[in-house]
């Protein structure tokens, strides 16, 4: 009976005013879970594992999300608006230093874009539509030209920049208001102000797209009266300004052709950093045309004739007729009243006079000779060649084959005037101008590899270690209780634990503990005892304490 009383428990409460029974039941599975034997063979696995993990995390803590720029080409004031709405709504952003870009997280682009749409931000000029939509009711007629004017400006601008390389446009139209009073109408005129991304240019046909694109939206007005200027001031309309840089790049295409062409032809031969080339192409960017005509010495041809006779006077007539017909007969003899002096009487005397026109048409040769000369061509060529002198210098011979092939390679003419200088000397050793190596954008995040690592390898050192040891420790210790136990049991029972019973796992009894041949064996029947049942055990305790109380 007095077994029984201390076997059951009593609830007079007070169990509730103990804490470690109740905490002890609790974490009894915990740690009959923990006493298995393969969780403690896994103890040095679960150890490393929690090491790497704890590695990770120190990772993940110290390297930053990947930023994304929220929007481009903000104005400074939607910044300010865009990042006190950004605060407000609890995301985090950060402004770059160098090109003031506004970035977010990568993974909260989004969230962040639709919380500012919910807002209005950012804020984007009005276009034509809404301001004319805007214009109140009676408006006078000058406000009306100025809103429709003003209109018409911001749908330019935001048809401009729609071109790649256009960040922002700004366009101003002049124009007179038509008058009956004035003769001369002056034609409207319109300036283009261009904001270019960072590195990037416009074509001269960009440019002039842009021209023509503001003359067709105007009426009255040619393309060219706009006039279309970049951030810098640079006037990009300008004709002159064109040409220029037409022939620079003209210029810079040929020199780099004939660079290329010497790289090809030295490089196998003297090996890259062995030599340098230096190449000025001369390009004539006038173009002429010349129309010359020249008549040729003796160059003609008769092309038709026709001569006329005539004869008039006194004396006897010439015999005209056929010859050798009977009509061919001589004139009658003509009788004179006087007898010039000198002239022997009785002689016949004749005063005649013929006249002789010919009229002839003659072919002369004649040559138009066309003479033009295009833009572009090559005046001169400039080439310089340095050799590196090595230990052994090159001779004449083979300065001299070197001198063939540049000139070959680059068509050379002495009439034109080119010039080719070769030269060769030791180069001097360039000191590497490269950032430091801690400067790298490789080394940071290798920093914190590095760090990841190490902190994994401390972590398995000062954490994983000691709970390998412990824990080796605590089943060593368990083994020697274990084999005390059974040692006890072997005494207590005078017969072996069946086999294939875990030794842990056999349930005691008081009547073991009473039974117990020695004070060792009953310590350690009592240990695994409460090991077993603590709450059980501190029932038992508790109960003996109130009797002895009583007693």
Do not use: C
Not at 101 to 125: E, F, M, N, W
Not at 193 to 210: C, E, F, K, W
Not at 361 to 388: F, K
Not at 481 to 510: D, H, K, N, Y
Request: glycine content about 8%; charged content about 20%; cysteine-free.
């Amino acid at each position: 009976m007095a077994e029984a009383q201390i076997l059951t428990p009593v609830n007079d409460g007070s169990a509730n005013r103990l804490p470690v029974p109740v905490m002890g039941g609790r974490l009894a599975p915990v740690q009959q879970f923990i006493r298995q034997p393969a969780v403690q063979r896994a103890l040095p696995a679960i150890a490393t594992t929690a090491a790497i993990g704890i590695a990770a995390l120190a990772y993940f803590a110290t390297a930053a999300a990947p930023q994304q720029q929220l929007f481009a080409g903000l104005a400074d004031a939607d910044k300010s608006a865009v990042a006190d709405a950004l605060t407000a709504q609890g995301i985090g952003h950060t402004i770059d230093p160098t090109t003031g870009a506004l970035t977010v997280d990568a993974d909260k682009l989004h969230q962040a874009r639709i919380a500012l749409a919910g807002q209005g931000l950012p804020k984007a000029s009005a276009d034509g539509s809404e301001m004319i939509g805007a214009l109140p009711m009676g408006a006078s007629r000058a406000i009306e030209g100025e809103t429709l004017r003003g209109a018409r400006e911001a749908d330019l601008a935001r048809t401009i920049e729609a071109i790649d390389a256009v960040k922002g446009a700004r366009v101003h139209i002049a124009a007179a208001e038509p008058s009956l009073f004035v003769r001369d109408d002056k034609p409207a005129t319109a300036s283009v102000m261009l904001t270019l991304q960072n590195g990037r240019t416009l074509s001269d046909g960009q440019v002039q797209a842009i021209r023509f694109l503001v003359a067709s939206s105007v009426p009255g007005m040619n393309a060219e009266q706009v006039s279309v200027i970049d951030q810098r001031g640079a006037l990009l309309s300008d004709s002159a300004t064109s040409s220029d840089m037409q022939a620079f790049q003209l210029q810079t295409q040929m020199e780099d052709r004939f660079r290329r062409s010497l790289d090809s032809l030295l490089g196998p031969m003297l090996g890259a950093g062995n030599y340098s080339v230096e190449v000025h192409a001369d390009v004539d960017m006038s173009e002429s045309q010349a129309t010359r005509e020249s008549f040729p010495e003796n160059d003609r041809a008769l092309t038709s004739e026709m001569v006329t006779r005539s004869t008039s006077g006194q004396g006897n007539a010439p015999a005209v007729g056929i010859p050798g017909a009977l009509s061919n007969q001589p004139p009658p003899a003509s009788t004179l009243n006087q007898t010039p002096t000198g002239t022997a009487p009785g002689a016949a005397t004749t005063e005649t006079q013929s006249n002789e026109n010919a009229q002839r048409a003659y072919e002369v040769g004649r040559e138009i000779s066309v003479t033009h000369r295009p833009q572009g061509q090559l005046r001169r060529v400039s080439v310089a060649v340095a050799l590196n002198q090595g230990s052994k210098a090159l001779t004449q011979a083979d300065l001299a084959k070197i001198d063939r092939l540049v000139k070959g390679a680059v068509g050379f003419d002495a009439a034109r005037g080119d010039q080719v200088a070769i030269g060769q000397r030791p180069f001097a050793k360039i000191e590497d101008s490269s950032p430091a190596f801690y400067e790298q954008g490789w080394f940071l995040p290798l920093i914190k590899q590095v760090g990841a690592v190490l902190a994994a390898i401390l972590a398995f050192f000062f954490i994983g270690r000691p709970l390998i040891r412990s824990a080796k420790a605590k089943a060593a210790a368990r083994a020697e209780r274990e084999a005390a136990l059974e040692e006890s049991l072997m005494a207590t029972t005078g017969a072996p634990a069946a086999p294939g019973t875990p030794r842990v796992g056999r349930e005691i009894t008081l009547e073991m503990i009473e039974a117990a041949p020695s004070y060792e064996a009953r310590a350690n029947l009592v240990r695994e005892f409460v090991r077993q049942d603590s709450a059980r055990a501190a029932l038992v305790v508790r109960q003996l304490m109130q009797e002895g109380a009583r007693a």
